[in-house]
Every structure is written in C-alpha cells, then in structure tokens.
C-alpha cells in the first residue's frame, strides 16, 4: 500500500479517536453531572443553550447548562456543585455571580473545559436561542418549539455508542 495513503488513513483514524475522547469527556459532564442532580433532587428543570443545543459542539465547546432549581434543595445545590464537578477534574477558575451565573474552568488532562451554570426560572427564558432540554419532568417544554429532547439515560447511551 502506498505510504502516503496509510498515513493518511492513520492521520483520519487519530483525528476521529482524539474528537471522540475529548467530546467523550464533555458528555460524561453533561450526563453524571446531570443525573447526580435529578437524583439528589436538586433541579426542576435542565438544559443546554450554546453549541451543545445547536448539534455542532467540538473539543473546544463550552457547556452552558442552564437549571431551574428545586427551592427546597437550593442551598444544597450551592453547597454541592464545586465538589460534584471537581469529581472530573480540577477547577482552576470558579467565579459565581450573584447565586444566578456561575462560571468556571475545568482542568483535564489534557484539555480545559468552560462551564457555565444559569440558575433561572422560566420567566428569564429566552426562547429566542437554541435549547436542548435534558431533564422536563413537568412537561413545560411541551408547548415549545425546541430540538430534540435527550433523558441522561439517552445520552448516555450515546456516549457508550460513541466509546465502541
């Protein structure tokens, strides 16, 4: 076989696995982050906004989640958020704004990941932008045009997929 074909093929198969790890990464994020607050019950709401919702996230794309909290838990949620994302890595850069924006940097091996946490209730919706909703127990996406809603099962389902 010709040398510059293998290594071309050797060139798309590293690009393919090095986009699958560093997105794995992020979806694990998205999916045990996720699904540690529906379980603690902490929000009554979850979604994604960003490049995320749009369906055209990269290594380098930040997750913008967006929660409406549960009012009993609230506290919790605030006292348990660092230390659940610090379980994928260190935070080099935390900054919360007001209990209503919270921004941090995520520290990997080998990649940063930004996170931003909008605490909201749905009066502050901004319906204008792409959302992708994770976690709609009442229902109150149903009369709103929005994409494609994934459960944390589903995406997790997808991020094993993706690990085959």
Do not use: C, W
Request: charged share 25%; net charge negative.
């Amino acid at each position: 076989m010709n040398k510059s074909k293998d290594f071309l093929l050797f060139s798309f198969k590293k690009l393919i696995f090095y986009f699958k790890i560093y997105n794995m990464k992020q979806y694990d994020i998205i999916n045990n982050f996720t699904k540690t607050l529906i379980e603690r019950k902490y929000i009554n709401l979850a979604f994604l906004s960003g490049s995320y919702a749009r369906k055209r996230e990269d290594e380098y794309s930040n997750i913008d989640f967006y929660f409406v909290l549960n009012d009993k838990y609230e506290e919790d949620f605030y006292n348990d958020y660092y230390k659940l994302l610090s379980s994928f890595g260190t935070i080099i850069y935390n900054k919360n704004i007001d209990n209503k924006d919270i921004i941090l940097v995520l520290k990997t091996i080998d990649l940063d990941i930004n996170i931003n946490i909008h605490i909201t209730d749905l009066s502050d919706l901004d319906l204008n932008n792409d959302i992708l909703p994770l976690y709609d127990p009442y229902h109150l996406f149903d009369k709103i045009d929005t994409n494609i809603s994934y459960s944390p099962a589903e995406i997790g389902q997808f991020i094993d997929k993706l690990a085959l």
